[in-house]
């Protein structure tokens, strides 16, 4: 059956382009994904009602029909599939009977119904306690989910926002809407698997979604894809991917399971193990952040950075978004650096690990900014900081690298900052020029970058996700400066002496080159 429903998406992505299908936020699942996802419900039952939002031309409700295909008794299974998008109804429908004839051939049942409305648009009511009925369904009538949504960034003044504002925050992404009605059709001890972007486990705009889906729902399993590009590939979808396993219930669990795989290659090489719940599920902070560390040495680094003993912001130290927009400020840039009243504009392209360099031209952009009194608001003064890349390149596994903006190093009084860096200073006083180095080290050792990969599943470097870090007393930030300086090859090792790392977490950062800096 998985088959026939690959040979009709197959069809229908050769007749379309993924220009056409984006507007939509179509992505559709490759099928050993689909049997994956499948295989991950607990148990199907003898009498079994699958929902299936955003179906496309089926293949994970067929992927699931598989599985039935198995069963050692007779199953009645009855599927509601949502496709708003009509150009692929007809390749649904081909594969929803060939998946009812082959189930019946075998002495199953199944029966459908191939719902082609706007499945946000019509059960948005239900989280207002609204009775929202699906072919006689009322919320709280579904043993399953089954979903790949859509992949879209909504504006905060659409219908979609507008509907959902209870769990809206900013431009969130429309499958966070899918999540969340998907979860009122559940029966109690339902369950939701659902492959989605890795972005809502943490971030402001999310927060309002993930304390509402986890009051409802149970995390039960997470499997993590670690490259960007693997997962779908040719489908220009960048973000990390996860699957989850979710159940409606009350009662917590203890443990989540954890599996990870490269792609889509999901038994080949797939790392599995259990980690208590709070250590994924983290409030703390108010914002009840998801981890997902991918192997026990992870966990570990995790355990480990969390027992430093502040948090970032406790140390005294910011963190702020370059000022600059290029698109808001097109009448303060210029393209030379020696220009008349020009101060130095700074892109990623000039952070390197452990400097900033200036001046370097990359692809025409703006080089400068033209000092007068209507951009001194776009400028800030010239300091130590230490400049954070908010980006990470589109397969670069790294995600923070951190370079030192030191005062002395300028003839200039003011800088600007363009919107992809972050720039982290003291809130009361100069960074001193060891404070900046050792910030700047922290940042760069594999021992955080690891640890902040854990944290957040963006490829952006959010300044909330550093405000909350766990970091060491400016006193051992100095120290690791100093000591740091004059050979920056030994960055790694003399965070981890400063912070006393040894042991297996030592061994796995530095291959075995435990050396003393």
């Known amino acids: 059956m998985l088959d026939h429903a690959l040979t009709l998406q197959n069809r229908f992505e050769n007749t379309t382009t993924a220009q056409q299908r984006k507007p939509l936020g179509q992505v559709f699942t490759p099928p050993t994904i689909a049997r994956y996802m499948a295989?991950?419900?607990?148990?199907?039952?003898?009498?079994?009602?699958?929902?299936?939002?955003?179906?496309?031309?089926?293949?994970?409700?067929?992927?699931?029909?598989?599985r039935v295909l198995s069963a050692s008794s007779p199953v009645h299974l009855s599927a509601h599939l949502f496709e708003f998008d009509s150009s692929v109804v007809p390749l649904l429908t081909q594969n929803m009977e060939r998946c009812q004839h082959v189930l019946e051939e075998a002495g199953h049942t199944f029966d459908y119904v191939i719902d082609e409305r706007d499945f946000v648009v019509e059960t948005a009511t239900s989280l207002d306690g609204q009775q929202t009925f699906i072919e006689h369904s009322l919320p709280g009538s579904f043993d399953g989910v089954i979903m790949n949504?859509?992949?879209?960034?909504?504006?905060?003044?659409?219908?979609?926002?507008?509907?959902?504002?209870?769990?809206?925050?900013?431009?969130?992404?429309?499958?966070a809407f899918f999540m969340a009605l998907a979860a009122q059709f559940l029966k109690e001890q339902g369950e939701l698997v659902a492959i989605t972007p890795r972005s809502f486990c943490n971030g402001l705009y999310f927060r309002s979604f993930r304390r509402w889906f986890f009051e409802r729902m149970v995390l039960r399993h997470i499997h993590l894809f670690e490259s960007r590009t693997d997962t779908f590939r040719g489908s220009g979808v960048l973000q990390e991917s996860i699957i989850t396993r979710s159940q409606r219930s009350q009662h917590p669990a203890a443990r989540i399971n954890v599996t990870t795989s490269l792609g889509q290659e999901l038994c080949d090489n797939q790392t599995r193990f259990d980690i208590p719940t709070e250590e994924v599920l983290d409030n703390t902070s108010g914002n009840l952040v998801i981890r997902i560390p991918s192997d026990l040495e992870d966990l570990g680094i995790m355990r480990t950075i969390e027992s430093l003993p502040h948090n970032f912001e406790e140390t005294g130290l910011r963190i702020s978004t370059g000022p600059v927009v290029m698109f808001r400020a097109t009448n303060h840039l210029l393209n030379t650096d020696d220009a008349a009243n020009a101060v130095p504009l700074l892109h990623p392209h000039n952070v390197k690990p452990f400097e900033s360099v200036w001046p370097l031209s990359k692809n025409g952009k703006p080089m400068a900014v033209r000092m007068c009194e209507e951009s001194r608001r776009l400028l800030i003064p010239v300091r130590n900081y230490v400049l954070l890349k908010r980006f990470s390149a589109k397969e670069e596994k790294r995600r923070l690298t951190a370079g030192c903006y030191l005062a002395r190093e300028s003839t200039h009084t003011f800088i600007g900052l363009e919107n992809h860096l972050n720039y982290v200073y003291h809130s009361d006083r100069e960074l001193s020029v060891n404070e900046t180095f050792g910030v700047a080290a922290f940042f760069n050792s594999e021992l955080v970058d690891r640890y902040f990969r854990m944290i957040s599943g963006n490829t952006q470097v959010n300044a909330t996700e550093i405000r909350t870090m766990s970091f060491p007393e400016m006193e051992t930030i100095a120290r690791i400066g100093k000591r740091v300086r004059p050979n920056l090859d030994d960055a790694e090792l003399v965070v981890l002496d400063e912070l006393g790392i040894n042991g297996e977490i030592r061994q796995c950062l530095t291959g075995g080159r435990n050396e003393k800096a």
């Open 39 to 66: 295989g991950l419900f607990s148990n199907v039952a003898q009498h079994y009602r699958l929902l299936d939002p955003g179906a496309g031309t089926g293949v994970l409700t067929a992927a699931f029909c598989e």
């Open 149 to 175: 949504p859509p992949y879209l960034k909504v504006r905060k003044d659409s219908e979609y926002a507008r509907l959902m504002n209870r769990i809206v925050h900013g431009q969130p992404n429309l499958y």
